[in-house]
Structure formats: structure tokens, C-alpha cells
């Protein structure tokens, strides 16, 4: 580190060395200035100011290391720069600990590290040399790189196909024409149904549920006391005291049942699966009177006749809430009930109601009929409830006329669910099964077909 050529001595000088002093003949010869040592601690008494201001000696942080460097330390004065440098951050390590004399001697032929240059020409192979023309290369590629880039860009630019901004502009404009517009309505519908001042605020109004519907039925029709005649009365009386006393009767829940003519199946029923008896003559004349009294389109070919047992006979007197919707049951029929014996209370019940079912009843007294559409067993359920307890009550019998087919039994389709649009659903199934309908009836989410 240390120049051979250069002849300034001491190093650490009080005079600020020109820019133009040649590198190898420092003009810092000022005096017999020695480096001194970086103080711990300096005073102005005991350091007279240099002749640039600064004082001296210099302090720490004077050094391009800016005080970092730790420990005592030789401070030297660059001959060429000025610049003052620890002896260690001038890569003078070691000659900390040289006494004053040593110091001297090297800082005669010292330049500092950001004035010294070697002097000789560098061997090519050098590590510096192939580092200094790397980094040529690279300026170069770099250089060689933004022209190509450049060369691409514009090569590129005139390969890109030209579109017609116009018409993209006339498309965006009239988007942002819809948006607004759109926006604009928004605003306006929120603000009048809610006098909401904010769009973020907007609530939609209350959905208002829809009503039930009207039942378009009657829960009972054709209500006739007495209409039995005493011979039709007589003759129906000794009938079911038979049935009765000969033990025809088949036990459901509550009551017990006979079945004539046509089979009629419904929930629960324990009848025997075998085709009934034909209907008795007694009950066939009655069918005839009341099919013309009644105007019936449809006349009945099937009897089910219901005892309810007396109280005190040990056994349950009642018919559970129900509809008589089996699709067996054709569809604009009327199904007629035949009162005998004790009066009883017939309760029917809407099917669908907001809140509370609305309770219709009837009192069914000895030798009248009563009459229910099919079309009301979609909107009413209707049953015989039990007699409170303790309550006297003689047996009740009734006999329910039907129009029922089983003829197409097989083909009977259930279609729709509460959750399925139920004419979308019907068309999909009928356009799939290829049937000419004949729409028997139904819940309000449940359509019955009979082919
Ligand atoms: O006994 C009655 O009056 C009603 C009978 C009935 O509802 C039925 O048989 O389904
Ligand atoms: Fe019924």
C-alpha cells in the first residue's frame, strides 16, 4: 500500500492539499507534522485549530469510516486529498501499535486508498482485469439488449392488428349510457318505495304473503232430515241389524265398517282385499232415489257402511279427521252419507287457513243425508269426533255412497311436490308417458291423473 514514488512526508498535514497535485509528488509538505493518534477525548486547549478551520487533530468521525472504527488508532492526512483516514481503514493494519518514528516513515510514501493507483499496467488475467472487462461486457449486452428491446417494441407495434377505437368508444359510451340509466332507475324505485336517501340502504319491501286461497266448495251440501221414508227406513234397519247381530262388520279404529260393490280402498282400512258383495237390493233402491233427488251425475256403486259403537259398549266411537280424496273416488262425483239411529256431530275442518282452521259442524240426526263434493276433500278434512266422556249415546249408523273406478288403477300418476312448479311437472310427465288425462283432483300442491 504504501507508494514508492511518493516522496511527501509526514502524511497528516495542516494544509488542505490542491486538486491538481500530481498524484506522485504531494504538495503536503507543510512541516514536520507527524500522524498522531485519534484521542479518546480532545480539548481546544490542547489541539490548535488547522488552517482550513477543522480542528486538529481530527476527530473520529472525520475518517470515511465516520468514527466506527473502535480503539486508538494513527490518523493520517492524505497528501493528495486531504482526506484523514485511520491507519487500519487506510489498510494499514498493524501499525497501530508502530511507535511514531515507524509511522512516519510510511506515511512518507503514502497515498490513500481513493488517491493510489498502481502504476504499472495491470496483467490481463488478472482478477481485476477480467472483472473490469466483465463488467464492460455486461454494459455492453445491457446496451445491446435495450436496442433489441427497443428493435422488438417497435416491431411489434406494427405487427399488432389496428383496431377501430371508434367503435370501441361508441360501444363504452353507450355502456356507461345504460349503466347510468340503470342506476338511475335504482335509485329512483328504491327512493320511492322507501324514501331511502341512500343506495347502499336500499331494503326491498315487504313481501306480502299470499292469502290462502278460497275454497271454491262447500264442506257439506244437500243436507236432508228425515228423508228416509219409513219403509226405506224399515228395510235399512233390519238390513244392518243383521249385519251387525251376524258379526259382517270388520273392526277400524273407532268404528266398524261393511263394504258393498265397487272395492274402495282408503288409508288404514283393514277390509279384506277380496272383491265385496254386490250392494244389497235395500241400499240399491236408495242409491236410485237419491241419485235422482240429488241430480247426481255420477251414480254410486260403492257402500261403506259405518257403525259407531253405543257408549258403555266398551269400544271407541268415532272416525278420525280425514278427506275422502283417494283417486279412486271419481273426480266430479258427490259422496252421500245415509244417517241411522243416534244423531251425531260431524266436524269438517278447513285444509288451509291463516292461523286457526275454520270449524264448520253438523249434527247427522236418524234417517237424514248429508252430501261432500270430491272437489271439497281437497279443502276440507271431516270427521265423527268421540262423545266427551261420561256422555249417554246410542250406536250410529251411516251409510256412505260413492262413484268410485278402479278401472285404471295402474295408471294413476301422482305428480308435483310442494317444491315443483306443478303444471310444468304435469307437462314434463305427460309428455313423457304419452296419456290423455283425465285430472281426477287434488291438494293445492298434488295433482292426481287418471288415464
Ligand atoms: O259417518 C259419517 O257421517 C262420515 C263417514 C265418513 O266420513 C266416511 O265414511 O268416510
Ligand atoms: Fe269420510
Known sequence: ??????????????????????????????????????????????????????????????????????????????????????????????????????????????????????????????????????LVERTLSSNILEKLSDTVTAALKNSLPSFDLSALQEKLDNLNKEIKEFKDSTNSASSTLLNSPHDSEFIPPPIELAKPLQSTEEPYQDLKENYLTSEEFENLNDLVGVLRDDGHFTNEKGHKVVLYGEQYKYTGSRLSEDTPDPIPHEIAALIDRVTADLSLKHKPNSVLINLYPASGSGSESHLAMHSDNEASIVADSKIVTV?????????????????????????????????????????????????????DFEERISITLRCVSNVSERSILLIGDSNFPTPRRLCLVLARVKLEPLILGGGLNQVKLRT
Open 339 to 391: 244417517s241411522l239411529w243416534e244423531s251425531r256431530k260431524i266436524v269438517f275442518e278447513s285444509k288451509h287457513h291463516d292461523g286457526e282452521p275454520t270449524v264448520t259442524e253438523l249434527i247427522a240426526t236418524p234417517n237424514s243425508i248429508y252430501s261432500m263434493t270430491r272437489a271439497s276433500q281437497n279443502w276440507f278434512r271431516h270427521g265423527v269426533p268421540q262423545p266427551a266422556a261420561g256422555e
Open 1 to 134: 500500500m504504501v507508494n514508492p514514488n511518493n516522496k511527501s512526508s509526514p502524511a497528516l498535514s495542516q494544509e488542505k492539499p490542491t486538486r491538481s497535485s500530481p498524484r506522485n509528488s504531494p504538495n503536503n509538505i507543510s512541516g514536520n507534522q507527524s500522524p498522531s493518534r485519534f484521542p479518546k477525548s480532545t480539548t481546544k486547549k490542547q489541539f490548535p485549530r488547522d488552517s482550513i478551520g477543522k480542528k486538529f487533530p481530527p476527530k473520529k468521525s472525520d475518517c470515511p469510516c465516520a468514527g466506527t472504527s473502535s480503539g486508538k488508532d494513527w490518523v493520517l492526512k492524505c497528501p493528495q486529498c486531504g482526506q484523514h483516514w485511520h491507519g487500519a481503514c487506510a489498510n494499514l493494519k498493524g501499525t497501530r501499535n508502530l511507535p511514531q518514528t515507524a509511522v512516519d516513515k510510511i506515511s512518507c510514501d503514502w497515498l490513500c486508498p481513493w488517491c493510489w493507483s498502481c502504476p504499472y499496467p495491470r496483467n490481463s488475467s488478472h482478477t481485476s482485469s477480467v472483472m473490469e472487462s466483465t
